[in-house]
């Protein structure tokens, strides 16, 4: 059902600052940044591999971001598996009895389809299912 880890999402409070750390001392190229309204965060991709790290920057105080900051600081957020299809991944893990946050797939970054699953069910892990156009 997983084709790979498609990305990791770390929490930061300055994506700008953020950008320059991955850019001129990590030497990872940023692929792009864009804002992701539903989710009240600025986003920005680093691809390493078949994988990237997704930078998270809240826009609004009331953002999950905001929040997950405010409890933790910054740092790994979660965890996106890449998956074919995250409507029937949805499904599937219900059907085994996984608690899902979101229990329909939602728009991403990048136009991809997202579903996040409850941390309850996945110990101290919060995972997205991410579907690529
Ligand atoms: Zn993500």
Redesign the pocket.
């Known amino acids: 059902m997983y084709s790979k880890i ?2 990791i ?1 770390i929490a930061v409070e300055d994506l700008k600052q953020a950008i320059e750390i991955y850019q001129n001392k990590l030497g990872m190229e940023c692929a792009g940044t864009e804002e992701v309204a539903e989710q009240k965060v600025k ?1 920005a991709f680093f691809p390493a591999g078949e994988s990237s790290i ?1 930078l ?1 920057e809240p826009t609004s105080p009331d953002s999950p971001i905001a929040k997950f900051i405010d409890r933790k600081g910054a740092g790994v957020h ?1 965890i ?1 598996l890449g998956v074919e299809d995250v409507a029937a991944a949805i499904e599937k893990l219900k059907s085994q009895g996984v608690e899902m946050i979101d229990h329909q797939p939602r728009s ?2 990048h136009g991809a389809q ?1 579903a996040f699953i409850h941390p309850k069910s996945t110990p101290g892990v919060l995972i ?1 299912l ?1 579907q690529r156009r």
Request: glycine content about 16%.
């Open positions: 498609d990305h999402g986003v997704e998270l979660h996106a991403g970054a997202i997205e991410c």
